[in-house]
């Protein structure tokens, strides 16, 4: 019999696997793993007391009795503009779907034990393919799966330990445009020591006859990998009212492994034979390869307080600390004539506000409210179309609805992200030097939770 509940539990756990390593986050880090927890903004370190603490602080799950289980999805659906000289351009309207999994298990008055299988990280944009950034990227998917089981231990009916172990996967998907233009130009700069005046001025007069009716070269990367990473979390009660909880989730190294393709390559045309050798050497240089990247996910600090204004009324203010420096660059490492290229990020250690109320209406009906603020760590000096974001605002609305042994949990929330302009792009890899500005970006949030007690 035990067996048997083991192997559906393995068989659940795997089924959300797939699902989640098939779906899309709408930001880079994605904070809303439960319906409860998007309700009030994730401000749920200190309060931590239902399955998807194993998400927000797991030594939480040390005041739920027995067995408990959590399935639940959330939704995003946004929209981006983005203005350059001269156009505009919105990211395709699509709908990402994020699912969770939460598991937990009283063994002992003082051992619980728990798993979650959750998204932590996610990104998904999409633009034309001929549209003005697409030598930066037209088509961008990030999505990072993670099954983390844990261990949590309650020394007294105040203070609870947890410490859990976590397997993730992390893979990346990009598309973008290599100008033949800008091949050659880079060529004769980098290669045969031409001033960048001079090399646009051969290109025009040797070149762009042909090349300029010829379609981008389209490379797309496909990389992916397997990692762990820890977490350790604490949670003590001062009194009836007073509660304060604190999560670490460690920092996270990959080299990821996939491949590089390319499509649209030039070929060689009779009346242009004197760009014979150029086109043999593009047909070698961007050749089909393997490919390894490297990529380095930050250490994140979560620290909340909880305080029970009455019998009905409870608000939290938590504050996570991401240390996003450490994601400073991507290192590609390609097997054919590119060798090593380098996207840099140089983006900052940031922290994430937020606060969250939850107001029981009757025995069956909880109603939730939220706000977030949630600081850039993007640099302005680099250009990254996967994620033209900025300071972004959260407002959250919620209900818990209890009926028997089951939770029904809901939630809708609205991210609004300030305008930002670029002003210059030092990020030569990506060709693009020109100003773009970010503006009329909003997120629509809508999740659901089904809990059962047994």
């Known amino acids: 019999m035990m067996q048997k509940k083991i192997s559906a539990i393995v068989t659940l756990l795997v089924i959300i696997l797939f699902l989640v390593n098939h779906s899309w986050g709408a930001g880079f880090a994605l904070y809303e793993n439960s319906a409860r927890g998007g309700a009030i903004c994730g401000a749920f370190a200190a309060r931590a007391d239902d399955p998807s603490a194993l998400f927000y602080n797991p030594s939480g799950i040390t005041q739920l009795q027995g067995r408990q289980i959590s399935n639940g999805l959330n939704t995003y659906t946004g929209i981006v503009e983005i203005n350059y000289p001269g156009g505009r351009e919105s990211v395709e309207d699509k709908t990402w779907v994020v699912p969770n999994f939460y598991l937990s298990q009283q063994m002992t008055d003082n051992i619980w034990l728990g798993i979650g299988a959750f998204a932590p990280y996610g990104l998904g944009n999409k633009y034309r393919e001929d549209w003005y950034g697409r030598y930066n990227m037209y088509h961008a998917e990030i999505a990072c799966v993670e099954v983390n089981p844990n261990i949590a231990y309650k020394f007294s009916d105040s203070l609870s330990f947890a410490f859990g172990l976590s397997t993730q996967h992390f893979s990346i998907l990009s598309k973008r445009k290599v100008g033949l233009q800008n091949v050659v130009i880079e060529d004769l700069v980098t290669n045969k020591n031409f001033t960048l005046e001079n090399a646009k001025l051969t290109y025009i007069n040797q070149f762009a006859e042909y090349f300029d009716t010829l379609p981008d070269i389209d490379q797309e990367v496909s990389v992916n990998k397997f990692a762990y990473r820890f977490n350790i979390s604490f949670r003590f009660a001062l009194n009836d009212k007073i509660s304060i909880g604190a999560n670490y989730r460690s920092k996270v190294s990959y080299t990821l492994s996939g491949d590089a393709k390319y499509k649209q390559l030039p070929q060689k045309h009779p009346l242009f ?78 922290n994430c506000y937020r606060l969250g109320a939850e107001y029981q209406v009757n025995e069956s009906l909880t109603a939730r409210f939220g706000y977030l603020l949630d600081e850039s760590p993007l640099d302005d000096n680099y250009i990254d179309f996967a994620l033209p974001g900025n300071e972004r605002h959260l407002f959250t609305t919620g209900f818990g609805f209890k009926y028997n042994k089951f939770i029904i949990d809901g939630y809708y929330g609205l991210v609004i992200c300030l305008d930002r302009d670029n002003k210059e792009n030092l990020n030569k890899n990506a060709f693009i030097d020109y100003e773009w500005q970010h503006r009329k970006s909003y997120t629509h949030h809508l999740g659901f939770n089904a809990t059962y007690v047994f």
């Open 273 to 350: 034979p004197q760009l014979d050798s150029p086109v043999n050497d593009m047909n070698i240089f961007f050749q089909d390869a393997d490919l390894k990247v490297d990529i380095s996910l930050p250490d994140i600090y979560a620290f909340g307080f909880a305080y029970a204004v009455n019998d009905k009324l409870t608000v939290e203010a938590d504050i996570v600390h991401t240390q996003w420096s450490r994601y400073d660059k991507l290192i590609y490492h390609f097997q054919n004539g590119i060798g090593d290229a380098v996207d840099r990020a140089n983006w900052s250690n940031v």
